[in-house]
């Protein structure tokens, strides 16, 4: 019997069937399946609009690019080449999407409601010891940092994905997610320190 992560039938370990079967559903999708369409929504819908809402800051616009980026995958399934997971090609498109309605407009901070809409927020370990009370200061101090900084962080922390597949998000090389995502975390422990939150 296989555990997560083990292998479980001729060398595929889970993930692959993840893979496998997030890739079934954008080949039904290419077709028009809108059962398949509910499917990957239910998967990933939270994870995409915590990443878009981390960068935008409104609800109502983070729930408007949400639906262009359905949209798009729901035109554009049959234009994926399996070049990168299903999640971070669906992330892509939510960024591009996001870069499009922001331009122009000054990026507002994350409303309130930030921590609860990370589906997945697997805060570093400095962050764990938190209570409650504190975990409103340190969404506040998230708030705070810059745009790449939120981004950044969000997709490394926030949606499962490694380090080469943010990379291929952001467009840049894994080095500079590093470096990137080394920065927001300091910019962050700065942030904390000012407010008394680290210890």
């Known amino acids: 019997m296989s555990g997560p992560g083990q292998v479980t039938t001729h060398g ?9 079967s997030d890739c079934d559903l954008l080949r039904l999708i290419a077709l028009r399946d809108e059962g398949a369409m509910a499917e990957l929504y239910r998967r990933y819908g939270r994870i995409v609009f915590g990443q878009i809402l981390l960068v935008v800051g409104e609800r109502t616009l983070a729930e408007e690019i949400l639906q262009d980026t359905m949209l798009a995958v729901w035109r554009g399934a049959d234009s994926y080449r399996g070049e990168s997971v299903v999640l971070s090609w669906v992330i892509a498109i939510a960024r591009r999407r996001t870069r499009d309605r922001m331009r122009g407009r000054r990026l507002r901070v994350v409303d309130e409601t930030f921590a609860g809409e990370q589906a997945s927020p697997d ?3 400095e962050l764990v010891a938190l209570d409650r009370a504190e975990l409103a200061e340190v969404t506040a101090a998230i708030r705070l940092l810059a745009p790449a900084h939120r981004e950044v962080l969000g997709l490394a922390l926030g949606t499962g994905l490694s380090l080469p597949e943010v990379a291929d998000v952001l467009e840049i090389p894994v080095g500079t997610v590093k470096s990137r995502l080394a920065a ?13 939150l680290n210890r």
């Open 184 to 196: 927001a975390r300091n910019a962050l422990d700065r942030v904390l320190t000012e407010k008394g």
């Open 123 to 125: 805060p570093g370990p």
């Open 12 to 20: 595929a370990t889970r993930d692959d069937a993840q893979r496998a």
